[in-house]
Each structure stands twice: as structure tokens, then as C-alpha cells.
């Protein structure tokens, strides 16, 4: 079946440095992207989203990058701070006229370190 | 900032009993959703609700599930005869009525079925 999924399960970067964490997904009818933060005890916090119509998408301090012919979803995020240590979700859907259901991966630990 | 308000925070219940989740979705926000996270696994999707009905739902969302929307403000999530394996946390969701706008989540009612 269709599935979205992480490269890394634990990725650990130095305060200051930049972050990037890779996503992969198979269902090439997706046409609509988000990233999520989750932090412990709560739930998915949304980051940042992209359409398939985009190849890139600029937030503050994050970046998200989307690459259709290798179905390939990245977020990268500047001068990572400890506040960021989270585990990252990517997530796609296929837009409709009646919500969009969404399908997680399996989420990727960042672990800023001092 | 507007958020989803999930209660209560964790819920304790034998198994073969009922349980109801409750959750507040953002004010202005038209759709509605239940997702499901069992520990260790990936958030998974259960049901999509909009305007008083179930616009989608997924396999795992068997006849011993239903959704409610009893008044103007809140949306439950009924189990009707708990099994062992319902044991996982349960996030509300919800999103504006365009369908590619983010799903804001709640931070979730921890159900442990002993």
C-alpha cells in the first residue's frame, strides 16, 4: 500500500548548526504536504506546508523543500536552538472537497545538543 | 492563540466498557478529526466529520466507533465496547473549511484499557 516514511529516526545537530530531515513518500497522487513537530505530552504542532504546485516553501527559520520526481519531502530549519528538539513528522494527503485525511510517517527525533 | 482542547488527559477504563473523548475544536473551524497514535507507532487516521457527518473514515474505524457532534462547540469520539489494543493516545484535529488549510491538533487523551 501507499506509505509516507522517514530516512533517519534520530538526528543530532549542535546548537546553531542547521537541521535538515528527509522524508520520503509513495503515493504520487498526493498533491499536499505538512510538516509537524511534536514535542513530549502533546500533540502533532504544525510547522510549515506545501502544495505540489511549489518546490519550496519559506517560514521563519524553516524551509521546506519538495522534490516530485523523487517524491521526496525535506524540512530544514536555521540556527536550530534547543526549543527545537522535537520529534518531526512529515505528513501528505490527497486535496478534496471534503477535508483532507492526513497520512503520517514514522517521525524522525531531533536532539539539539549544547 | 486559538487551539483544540482535548479532555480529560488520560483516561483509565476496564476493558468492555464504554468510553467517550471529548475534544473543543478551534472556533471557526468546519472540519473535524480523530487520529490515533499507539505507542512507539506512527499517528494514524481514524475519521473526518464535516457538517454533522462522517465524510471519511478509515479500517480502523469499526462499528464499535462514532463520532458526535452534540452541540456548537464540542466533538467526541465514542468507543462503544473497549478492547486491550484501543490502548493509545487520541488526537482531535481540525482545520477551516478550505480543504488545504493545516489540521490543528489537540494535545491528545492518553486511553489506557486494563
Known amino acids: 500500500g501507499e506509505s509516507v516514511g522517514l530516512h533517519l529516526p534520530t538526528l543530532s545537530v549542535q546548537e546553531g548548526d542547521n537541521s535538515i530531515i528527509n522524508c520520503a513518500y509513495s503515493?504520487?497522487?498526493?498533491?499536499?504536504f505538512i510538516w509537524y513537530k511534536q514535542e513530549s505530552g502533546k500533540g502533532p504542532q504544525f510547522i510549515i506546508d506545501?502544495?505540489?504546485?511549489?518546490d519550496k516553501r519559506q517560514g521563519q527559520r524553516v524551509t521546506v523543500l519538495l522534490n516530485k520526481t523523487v517524491k521526496h519531502l525535506s524540512l530544514q530549519i536555521a540556527a536550530t536552538q534547543p526549543g527545537d528538539s522535537a520529534v518531526y513528522f512529515c505528513a501528505e494527503s490527497i486535496l478534496t472537497g471534503g477535508g483532507n485525511k492526513l497520512t503520517f510517517g514514522t517521525g524522525t527525533q531531533l536532539k539539539v545538543e549544547l | 492563540e486559538p487551539e483544540v482542547t482535548q479532555t480529560p488527559s488520560h483516561q483509565v477504563t476496564q476493558m468492555g466498557q464504554e468510553v467517550i473523548l471529548r475534544c473543543v475544536p478551534i472556533?471557526?473551524?468546519?472540519?473535524f478529526y480523530w487520529y490515533r497514535q499507539i505507542l512507539g507507532q506512527k499517528v494514524e487516521f481514524l475519521v473526518s466529520?464535516?457538517?454533522?457527518?462522517?465524510?471519511?473514515k478509515s479500517e480502523i474505524f469499526d462499528d464499535q466507533f462514532s463520532v458526535e457532534r452534540p452541540d456548537g462547540s464540542n466533538f467526541t469520539l465514542k468507543i462503544r465496547s473497549t478492547k486491550l489494543e484501543d490502548s493509545a493516545m487520541y488526537f482531535c484535529?481540525?482545520?477551516?473549511?478550505?480543504?488545504?488549510?493545516?489540521?490543528?491538533f489537540g494535545d491528545g487523551t492518553r486511553l489506557s484499557i486494563l
Open positions: 503515493n504520487s497522487a498526493s498533491d499536499y
Open positions: 472556533s471557526n473551524h468546519l472540519y
Open positions: 484535529a481540525s482545520s477551516e473549511v478550505r480543504p488545504d488549510q493545516p489540521q490543528h
Open positions: 466529520f464535516y457538517n454533522n457527518e462522517i465524510s471519511e
Open positions: 506545501i502544495r505540489s504546485n511549489m
